[in-house]
């Protein structure tokens, strides 16, 4: 099934630009041809969206002092705003204090900003961290239970965000994601770990990799966030995730076999990450019902379009440090 309808030319104003997911959806905002503004840093990476950032608004600035670039936001008179921007998403980070009083604030900052610019959509994003340890398929009617900062930090917003758009008039959507996957994905992350090391002809040490977890492309996922903006009776929570858990050995043998065959994974030879849920599986029905959209990305398919980036990427890195060693 196709995804329903298509948003008419707007306005979208995205945070979180220069991250993973973000420079997906602000490519396909592009293509799909609306006027699309960032808020950024001066110092903030372009590399994921070095490609299209001649023809993205930046706007320049922090998220937690929106009057620095207010004016330009109010100049702009977004009808959409995207709200990808949190910091603290590494495993390392997601038990910090700090993930409440930081992110909560300055996105509570953000809506405050919106409601002012008469903006019609406002969408967030979540985790499945906000549901908590869970042995089963997970449905958005389950009574969020989190367990970590993060989580919890999610929840709070996802509550407050509601409440707020609710009494200002702004239609509001929130994506609760669970492990999205692909080229460009951030390097602390389990799966471009695993392909690095592979890529270096390294073994890598595993957990047992038992645990069953639910893996979506990223384009899947940006494609939708847009389906369920684009659809005006879409609102609230939706999952966002392939709707069918996967054993992890068996996706990290999938991609040793596309880099190199012969290296032993070391299974087991890691204890699990303490809160790391041993089955994660979302249940997709209320957003396919709602807009259309399901995943067009096989996961196999997904793997090697992902090996495929970081092998050249790969190769590229190796080719200047070549090039460089020859100059010297």
């Known amino acids: 099934m196709s995804d329903k309808g298509a948003a008419p030319a707007t306005r ?4 979180g630009a220069t991250g993973h997911l973000g420079s997906f959806l602000v490519r396909l905002l592009l293509q799909q041809g609306h006027e699309v503004a960032i808020l950024r840093r001066t110092r903030s990476n372009l590399w994921r969206i070095h490609d299209v950032e001649n023809v993205l608004l930046h706007v320049y600035g922090d998220i937690s002092q929106p009057e620095g670039w207010r004016r330009q936001f109010l100049d702009f008179q977004p009808e959409v705003v ?32 919106s409601r002012e610019a008469r903006v019609r959509v406002f969408a967030g994003t979540g985790s499945q961290a906000e549901y908590g340890p869970c ?24 509550m407050l965000m509601n409440q707020f758009c609710e009494a200002a008039g702004m239609r509001a959507l929130w994506f609760r994601i669970f492990s999205v996957y692909g080229p460009m994905d951030n390097t602390f992350h389990m799966l471009p770990t695993l392909i690095q090391s592979l890529l270096e002809g390294r073994p890598m040490a595993l957990t047992s990799g ?6 979506l492309y990223v384009e899947d996922a940006v494609r939708a966030f847009y389906a369920a903006v684009a ?30 065959p012969s290296i032993s994974l070391g299974f087991g030879e890691l204890a699990a990450r303490l809160g790391d849920p041993a089955h994660l599986e979302g249940d997709i029905e209320k957003l396919r019902l709602a807009t259309g959209w399901s995943p067009r990305v096989e996961l196999a398919s997904g793997l090697a379009e992902t090996v495929m980036w970081h092998r050249k990427s790969f190769l590229s890195m190796d080719r200047r440090a070549r090039e460089t060693a020859a100059q010297n």
């Open 135 to 158: 042995s089963h398929r997970i449905d958005e009617s389950l009574q969020p239970k989190p367990c970590t900062p993060y989580g919890i930090a999610k929840y709070c917003l996802s």
């Open 210 to 215: 038992e645990q069953m977890w639910d893996y």
């Open 231 to 260: 659809n005006p009776d879409a609102h609230g929570i939706y999952n966002v995730a392939s709707g069918q858990a996967v054993r992890l050995r068996s996706i990290m043998e999938n991609v040793r076999d596309l880099i190199a």
């Open 82 to 113: 995207f709200h990808l921007a949190w910091e603290g998403v590494s495993a390392a980070d997601r038990d910090a204090a700090g993930q409440m009083t930081r992110n909560v604030t300055a996105a509570l900052r953000l809506l405050e900003l």
């Open 12 to 15: 979208w104003f995205v945070t």
